[in-house]
C-alpha cells in the first residue's frame, strides 16, 4: 500500500527553512515524503537526508528517490538524529524540517491500531516495534493509567476511563481498537458521547505513550538545534497543544537573553539569545488547504533561526 500522506503547510514549512541550493538539510519526519521532495526540487548541490521510524515510510521514499543523487534516506527515530547523522559523517546542516505526529498513512491503514473506527490489534507503533498499546492498557496500574490520560490526552473524564479500563482487562485482556474504544465510551457521561467520538483523546493519549512523543519531541528539537549551522533554521509543525507547548517553550528559551532581575545595574549571568523566533505568531494552514486537507485543521507551524 501507498504511503499516501499529503503533506501539512507543504510550501510554508519549505519556504521557513529559507533554503540554499548548496545547503545540507534534514527531513526528521519523512512519511510519504511530500516535505522531502519540495526540498530536493530547491536544491543543486545540495544535500537531503531524509529520516522515519516506520518501515512503510521508509520502503515508499527509498523508491521514490531512488534517482536522486541529493537524497539519502536513513532509518530511525528523529530524536536519535545527531547520532544517525552522525554516522553517516554528518555533523552540521543547514535546516531541519519535523513534521510530528501520526501520518495519514498510519491512521487510514487500520491494522496499524491507531484508529477508534475500525477494529484492530491494539497497536498504535509508529516504529513497528517494542511494546504495543495493547502491552500498556493490560498491564498499567490504575494511577499511572490516569495519569497518562489525563495528561496526554487532556481528558477530563480520564479517572472514570482508567476504572473502566482496569476493570474491563479483569474479565479479559483488551486486545483490539474497538474494544478499547467502548470501555471508554461506556465510562463517559452521555454528553461526551454527542461531542465527537469519546475515544479520541484517549487513544491519543495512548499513542503518546506508546510512542514516547513528547519525549522524543524534546530530544530531536534539542538535537537538531545542536547541528543546525550558524542561520540555520528549525521549521517545526505540531497538530495538538502538547507538541505546541514543547516547541513554543523549547524556541523561546533558546531565544531568550539575560535572566538577571530588572533591578540588577548590569548583567551578572552572561546569558545571550542563541537564536531568533522567525514566526512570533505560529503559521496556521490556509482556508484553501484546509478544504483539500481537512485533517490540517489543528496544525501550526513555528520557524526557529540559530544564532
Do not use: W
Amino acid at each position: 500500500m501507498s504511503f499516501g500522506h499529503i503533506p501539512v503547510m507543504l510550501h510554508e514549512a519549505v519556504d521557513g527553512l529559507n533554503i540554499r541550493p548548496d545547503g545540507v538539510y534534514v527531513d526528521g519526519t519523512a512519511g510519504g515524503g511530500g516535505h522531502s521532495a519540495e526540498i530536493l526540487s530547491r536544491l543543486e548541490s545540495g544535500m537531503l537526508y531524509s529520516i522515519d521510524q516506520d518501515p512503510d515510510a521508509i520502503a515508499e521514499v527509498t523508491e521514490r528517490f531512488k534517482n536522486n543523487e541529493h537524497s539519502k534516506i536513513l532509518q530511525g527515530n528523529f530524536g536519535d538524529m545527531k547520532a544517525l547523522l552522525s554516522a553517516v559523517g554528518v555533523t552540521a546542516v543547514d535546516g531541519v524540517l519535523l513534521d510530528i505526529g501520526v501520518s495519514s498513512h498510519q491512521l487510514d491503514e487500520g491494522s496499524r491500531g491507531f484508529s477508534y473506527h475500525e477494529d484492530a490489534p491494539l497497536d498504535m507503533r509508529m516504529s513497528q516495534s517494542g511494546a504495543t498499546a495493547a502491552d500498556l492498557v493490560n498491564s498499567m496500574e490504575l494511577s499511572e493509567l490516569s495519569r497518562i490520560i489525563s495528561l496526554y490526552g487532556e481528558e477530563k473524564y480520564a479517572y472514570s476511563i482508567a476504572k473502566g479500563i482496569v476493570r474491563a482487562r479483569e474479565e479479559k485482556s483488551i486486545e483490539t481498537t474497538l474494544e478499547l474504544a467502548e470501555i471508554v465510551k461506556n465510562n463517559v457521561p452521555q454528553k461526551v458521547r454527542r461531542d465527537g467520538h469519546p475515544a479520541r483523546k484517549t487513544f491519543q493519549a495512548i499513542r503518546i505513550a506508546v510512542n514516547r512523543e513528547l519525549e522524543v519531541l524534546e530530544k530531536g528539537l534539542e538535537g537538531a538545534f545542536e547541528l543546525l549551522n550558524k542561520g540555520g533554521r528549525l521549521s517545526v509543525i505540531t497538530f495538538h497543544s502538547l507538541e505546541d507547548r514543547v516547541t513554543k517553550q523549547f524556541m523561546k528559551d533558546k531565544a531568550q537573553g539575560c535572566t538577571c532581575p530588572k533591578d540588577f545595574p548590569v548583567c551578572v549571568c552572561g546569558n545571550v539569545p542563541k537564536a531568533k523566533i522567525i514566526t512570533r505568531k505560529p503559521i496556521l494552514p490556509s482556508d484553501e488547504e484546509l478544504e483539500v486537507n481537512p485533517r490540517a485543521r489543528s496544525a501550526k507551524l513555528r520557524v526557529l533561526e540559530k544564532l
